[in-house]
């Protein structure tokens, strides 16, 4: 929840021309997120990481640079929705295995650290300069998003 909450202040705080309906945009999924999370409602937190995320894209509109930051906001997203998921699937009387939890965890922490290694290197391949040329740039793309898959591939066997 906190993870969407920092969202709309980091639109904010990027200060461009669609700011303000960017961060409105990004706090209206938190409202979203909350009843949902309340009443235990699983389909609101695709809602609430889509309304987040566009209001993300929203108040970047207009900015020429990269967002260096955009992986970090990316794997964020990822994290509050599996959160989210946890939340509220999570049933009190029910006592969960130590190392089911512990196993769970370590899977998600993977899964953002992949998923934000991947928005790393796909954000460092949107900044090389177009003199490198498209096709170059395709290949290190699909070089890098190969080699994150067969990482994750081994890591699951």
């Not at 190392?99 to 090389?128: K, N, P, Q, S, Y």
């Amino acid at each position: 929840m906190l993870l969407l909450a920092a969202l709309p202040l980091y639109v904010a705080a990027s200060g461009g021309r669609l700011a303000k309906a960017g961060e409105a945009i990004a706090a209206l999924g938190v409202v979203v997120l909350l009843p949902g999370l309340v009443l235990r409602l699983p389909l609101v937190i695709p809602w609430a990481i889509g309304l987040s995320a566009a209001g993300y894209v929203v108040g970047r509109e207009q900015h020429a640079a990269v967002d260096g930051w955009s992986s970090v906001v990316g794997a964020g997203l990822l994290l509050a929705a599996e959160l989210a998921a946890w939340s509220i699937d999570h049933d009190r009387r029910i006592v969960s295995e130590r190392t089911l939890v512990a196993r769970d965890t370590l899977r998600l922490a993977a899964l953002v650290a992949a998923a934000a290694l991947l928005g790393f290197v796909l954000v460092g391949a949107a900044a090389v300069s177009s003199a490198a040329g498209l096709l170059l740039t395709a290949i290190g793309v699909v070089a890098a998003v190969s080699a994150v898959g067969v990482i994750l591939r081994l890591a699951r066997e």
